[in-house]
């Protein structure tokens, strides 16, 4: 299957049929499995056999849906967790220990961010940032007692990108564990290991599903280091769902298709919006404009599907721009088939200060949007009328 093309594997790439001859991979709702004897049943608990035990520990579905993201990112082994940020969470839990320290870019998602100052503190294990686009300086905050270095790419919501072989280089050189979110990229646009990340996080709640139907998160990555993640998942309990992982599966078999259309209708939005008297400026991965464009055509099949732009006057002007949009979304969510715009300083941002979001680039007038698969006119136009109604 290795030999097949990307698009081949999330295909073809499923559990093996049962004597029912399904074409289409059935659904193991079950809690648990059974055994033939108690010698089975030790074996199994010893791991001397690979077998389902109980489907918090693994599952048919699950498996599946693993199996398709670690063929995707060429990646050893992995786990699928109940969203994305229990992806996050078990990952750095299985991993650090009391008196451990991260390096993480600035640019991260809201719960990541509060997970790194809020809760990990409790365990003795301190943060330090740097900033996006000052990766050369990043070597400046490693200490001794540094076991991670993390990045999303692109980031969220300002779309930023980070050059995946300088942060593998400088996580190789202090023997660091490189951790990367692939969550706007997904597999099909970026894999990060094969730029010298260990791991791979994906909230698969976003394009992943791509229909804003279920939650989901995996990891992916180095064998050792999912063992250790597997163990303190399967005692923590932060599985995903059977159902989930169904649903999800069966989505990898289109995520090709539907990134390369969200892509291109996003670079349309991206150029539109580039040109639209009412914004300040737009970051797009592929747009030329942007200042890690080499990068990102380097380590990028397409430039994603979000995109970030500023809307001149502020908070006031992005909140009339949202209140004025007619056929776009407003939701925290992205990655859907349906447009999604956010204004992050007045909701999900809002509660920073105004210097820590300017740190992370996310100004008073930021709105992100996912751009869907509406025809890509009609989110054009919808976005158009709404910025004409934006400035006072």
């Not at 139907?213 to 923590?236: A, C, H, K, Q």
């Not at 289109?254 to 670079?267: D, F, K, M």
């Not at 025809?375 to 109604?389: N, Q, Y």
């Given at each position: 299957?290795?030999?097949?093309?990307?698009?081949?594997?999330?295909?073809?790439?499923?559990?093996e049929?049962?004597d029912?001859?399904?074409h289409?991979v059935?659904l193991?709702?079950?809690?648990?499995?059974v055994?033939?004897d108690a010698?089975?049943?030790r074996?199994?608990?010893a791991?001397?056999?690979?077998?389902?035990?109980?489907?918090?520990f693994?599952?048919?579905?699950?498996?599946e849906?693993v199996?398709k993201?670690c063929?995707?990112?060429?990646?050893?082994?992995?786990?699928?967790?109940?969203?994305?940020?229990?992806?996050?969470?078990?990952?750095?839990a299985?991993?650090l220990?009391?008196g451990?320290?991260i390096v993480?870019?600035r640019s991260?998602?809201g719960?990541?961010?509060?997970?790194?100052?809020?809760?990990?503190?409790?365990?003795?294990?301190?943060?330090?940032?740097?900033?996006a686009?000052?990766?050369?300086?990043?070597?400046?905050?490693i200490?001794?007692?540094t076991?991670?270095?993390y990045?999303?790419t692109?980031?969220n919501?300002?779309?930023d990108v980070?050059?995946?072989?300088?942060l593998?280089?400088?996580?190789?050189?202090?023997?660091l564990i490189l951790i990367i979110?692939?969550?706007f990229?997904?597999?099909?646009?970026?894999?990060?290991i094969?730029f010298?990340?260990?791991l791979?996080i994906?909230?698969?709640?976003k394009?992943i599903?791509?229909?804003g139907r279920?939650l989901?998160?995996?990891?992916?990555?180095?064998s050792?280091l999912i063992?250790?993640?597997?163990?303190?998942?399967?005692n923590t309990g932060?599985a995903?769902?059977?159902?989930?992982?169904?649903v999800?599966?069966?989505?990898?078999?289109?995520?090709?298709?539907?990134?390369?259309r969200?892509c291109?209708?996003?670079?349309?939005?991206?150029?539109?919006l580039e040109?639209?008297n009412?914004?300040n400026?737009?970051?797009?991965?592929?747009?030329?404009?942007?200042?890690?464009f080499?990068?990102?055509?380097r380590?990028?099949k397409y430039?994603g599907?979000?995109?970030?732009?500023?809307?001149?006057?502020?908070v006031e002007a992005?909140?009339?721009?949202?209140?004025?949009?007619?056929m776009?979304?407003?939701?925290?969510?992205?990655?859907d088939?349906?447009?999604?715009?956010?204004?992050?300083?007045s909701t999900t941002h809002?509660?920073?200060?105004?210097t820590?979001r300017?740190?992370?680039?996310?100004t008073?007038?930021?709105?992100?949007?996912?751009?869907?698969?509406?025809?890509?006119d009609d989110?054009?136009r919808?976005?158009?009328?709404?910025?004409?109604?934006?400035?006072?």
């Amino acid at each position: 299957m290795n030999e097949h093309h990307f698009e081949t594997r999330a295909i073809r790439s499923q559990l093996e049929r049962t004597d029912f001859q399904e074409h289409s991979v059935p659904l193991y709702l079950t809690s648990s499995f059974v055994f033939e004897d108690a010698e089975d049943m030790r074996a199994s608990f010893a791991e001397e056999k690979e077998r389902n035990i109980y489907s918090r520990f693994t599952n048919p579905n699950t498996s599946e849906f693993v199996d398709k993201i670690c063929k995707m990112e060429g990646a050893e082994d992995g786990y699928a967790f109940a969203t994305g940020m229990s992806a996050v969470f078990s990952t750095f839990a299985a991993l650090l220990n009391s008196g451990d320290h991260i390096v993480s870019c600035r640019s991260v998602f809201g719960s990541t961010h509060s997970l790194f100052t809020k809760y990990l503190p409790k365990w003795n294990i301190e943060t330090s940032y740097f900033k996006a686009e000052e990766v050369e300086n990043l070597p400046e905050l490693i200490r001794p007692n540094t076991k991670v270095l993390y990045a999303e790419t692109p980031t969220n919501p300002g779309v930023d990108v980070l050059d995946l072989q300088a942060l593998s280089r400088i996580a190789k050189e202090h023997h660091l564990i490189l951790i990367i979110d692939n969550c706007f990229a997904t597999p099909y646009l970026q894999q990060p290991i094969k730029f010298g990340a260990d791991l791979v996080i994906h909230s698969a709640t976003k394009l992943i599903d791509g229909q804003g139907r279920v939650l989901g998160g995996v990891t992916v990555g180095r064998s050792d280091l999912i063992r250790e993640i597997y163990l303190f998942s399967r005692n923590t309990g932060p599985a995903m769902s059977p159902f989930n992982a169904w649903v999800l599966s069966k989505s990898l078999e289109t995520l090709s298709v539907r990134v390369e259309r969200h892509c291109e209708n996003a670079l349309k939005v991206a150029h539109f919006l580039e040109g639209h008297n009412a914004v300040n400026w737009v970051k797009h991965p592929f747009l030329e404009s942007h200042p890690m464009f080499e990068v990102a055509k380097r380590q990028m099949k397409y430039g994603g599907s979000i995109v970030a732009f500023e809307v001149k006057g502020g908070v006031e002007a992005g909140r009339r721009f949202l209140n004025n949009i007619e056929m776009c979304s407003l939701s925290a969510n992205l990655g859907d088939t349906r447009s999604i715009v956010t204004h992050p300083a007045s909701t999900t941002h809002s509660k920073l200060s105004e210097t820590d979001r300017l740190e992370v680039g996310i100004t008073d007038g930021l709105v992100r949007v996912s751009v869907g698969l509406e025809h890509v006119d009609d989110i054009i136009r919808d976005l158009d009328r709404a910025l004409e109604k934006a400035p006072q």
